[in-house]
């Protein structure tokens, strides 16, 4: 009997032994393949990229209507303080999307969508590097504006000012004068992709300030959930229903932002009828599972598809019908990591020599952004759960493997390139000095009225700093010609902002993600 007892005891203590080998050579395998560790809590701060980081944030404050409250740039001052009077509305908050002075709700909100996505994401990073507060704030100015923009059911305030009279002026906000007539949507007039949009900042937006403002929070969800209702019951896109938009922010669909929308509204609510509507029927008729596209202010589905792959990485409660929706998501958005990835069989070859993703001449800069602020995402995500890997065509790829193309894409921008020129204003020695802009290219004491346009053809550097501007960017040659005239690369958005923002602030320090939102 005690040699029994002995025995077993010897087989016991052999089988841990033999475990805790197993054990560590599982880790050493998942450690070679590129996930030798879950982040914990914020580490060290990588200097230039939270230089960079704080600059980005400061353009928000360069773009902002209405009556500035701490004011941070000195050359701005308030402007648009009538916006909406006509229809009694508060319209003087919200920023002016590019270097004019219109206010189009379309990039605006997806301005919001990106932004608070990059807090709920890299927070506790932007907290560690001093940047929380700043963004919290811009944000705040825009969702301010866009409840303001909703004043019923029903409407939804779509543009102020008329993008014909605003262009035929070369003037700072500060001084015009001109009329800026309200654009609204409503079920005569609907659109979709614009009511949704908004529908998906707001949702977010409620999440970035859930803990610290819920009685804020929840009046955006309760706006949020109303666009969406709006959006999905009166279905049609903007540029058909208001033909004039098309010049400027022309829509190709609305029903990826439908998607878009109920996706982060589930995040949002945990309401399971909203990841119904993604993953089932709509998500059959609109997702286009296994074909991948270009993330942007108009087309949301690659945002998406790396969204609800949070929810499949994460989630522990998803039904079986809802789950194979899911999945087909995160497969989509694995294929177009594949793309992105120069080493990958399926690489893209919509590059330029420099190594930039390059799809667009105009604002060129917006799609390597967008698509290496995804591609970082979707590594972290692959880290917190400890993925060690997609398959490109049968070539295994790791986090680190996507962290280094999202590098060589930041880098780019901020001056590792063939013109040796960083294209975020104010970062390095040298950048755009004739940025499209109209307030940086006047003096702030001239009397220009309307016709400012001496300031438009100065060969002169901008007299103001648009600190923080992402300038549109270079051509497929990796050349950028420096003459404000040249809005094609050297006018700035808002957007792009924002997809820097949550860029760099994923890459100012190393983090897990949190695995829910809420």
């Not at 990591?337 to 080493?343: F, Q």
Request: hydrophobic share 40%; glycine share 8%; proline share 4%.
């Amino acid at each position: 009997m005690a040699r029994r007892k002995c025995c077993c005891i010897c087989c016991t203590i052999l089988l841990i032994v033999v475990a805790v080998f197993v054990a560590a050579a599982v880790i050493s395998v998942r450690r070679s393949r590129g996930v030798a560790h879950v982040p914990g809590l914020p580490g060290a701060i990588v200097e230039k990229y939270s230089e960079a980081l704080g600059l980005a944030l400061q353009f928000f404050d360069v773009q902002k209507s209405g009556k500035l409250v701490n004011n941070k740039i000195s050359w701005r001052g308030d402007s648009a303080l009538k916006d909406g009077d006509e229809e009694g509305l508060d319209l003087s908050k919200g920023m002016y999307d590019a270097g004019d002075h219109m206010k189009f709700g379309f990039p605006m909100a997806f301005t919001a969508t990106i932004l608070s996505w990059g807090i709920l994401e890299y927070g506790d990073q932007m907290s560690a590097a001093n940047h929380l507060e700043p963004a919290k704030e811009s944000l705040k100015w825009i969702t301010d504006y866009l409840v303001n923009s909703h004043p019923s059911k029903n409407v939804l305030i779509i543009q102020v000012g008329d993008p014909e009279i605003d262009h035929k002026c070369w003037e700072r906000p500060e001084t015009m004068t001109e009329k800026r007539p309200l654009t609204q949507l409503n079920t005569s007039y609907p659109g979709s992709e614009v009511a949704a949009e908004t529908a998906a900042a707001l949702a977010a937006a409620s999440l970035v300030f859930k803990t610290e403002e819920s009685t804020y929070s929840e009046m955006l969800l309760e706006h949020a959930e109303q666009l969406f209702t709006f959006a999905d019951t009166h279905r049609g896109s903007y540029s058909v229903s208001i033909p004039k938009v098309q010049k400027y922010y022309n829509s190709t669909g609305y029903t990826d932002e439908l998607l878009w929308a109920a996706a982060w509204i589930y995040h949002a609510t945990g309401d399971e009828s909203y990841l119904s509507y993604v993953a089932l029927e709509n998500g059959y008729k609109f997702a286009n599972w296994g074909r991948t596209s270009w993330f942007s202010w108009d087309n949301k589905l690659a945002g998406t598809q790396v969204l609800l792959s949070r929810v499949d990485f994460f989630a522990s409660n998803v039904q079986k019908a809802e789950l194979v929706g899911l999945q087909r998501y995160r497969k989509t958005a694995e294929a177009l990591i594949c793309e992105l990835l120069p080493d990958s069989p399926s690489a893209t070859l919509s590059r330029t020599q420099g190594g930039l993703i390059w799809i667009s001449e105009w604002n060129a800069l917006l799609h390597p952004v967008a698509s290496a602020f995804l591609a970082l995402v979707y590594s972290d995500y692959m880290l917190t759960s400890q993925t060690p890997e997609v398959s490109c065509s049968g070539q295994s790829l790791t986090p680190a493997d996507i962290r280094k193309f999202v590098i060589s894409q930041v880098d780019y921008v901020l001056g590792d390139n063939p013109m040796k020129m960083s294209y975020l204003v104010g970062y390095g020695s040298r950048y755009p000095e004739q940025v499209h802009h109209r307030g940086a290219s006047i003096p702030k004491n001239a009397k220009t009225g309307c016709k400012g346009f001496q300031w438009l053809e100065s060969t002169e550097a901008n007299p103001n700093v648009a600190v923080g501007a992402l300038v549109g960017g270079p051509f497929l040659n990796d050349t950028y010609i420096d003459v404000r005239n040249n809005s094609m690369q050297g006018e700035p958005t808002t957007y792009n902002s924002a997809l820097i923002v949550g860029l760099l602030s994923g890459l100012v320090t190393t983090s897990s993600v949190a695995k829910s939102f809420s």
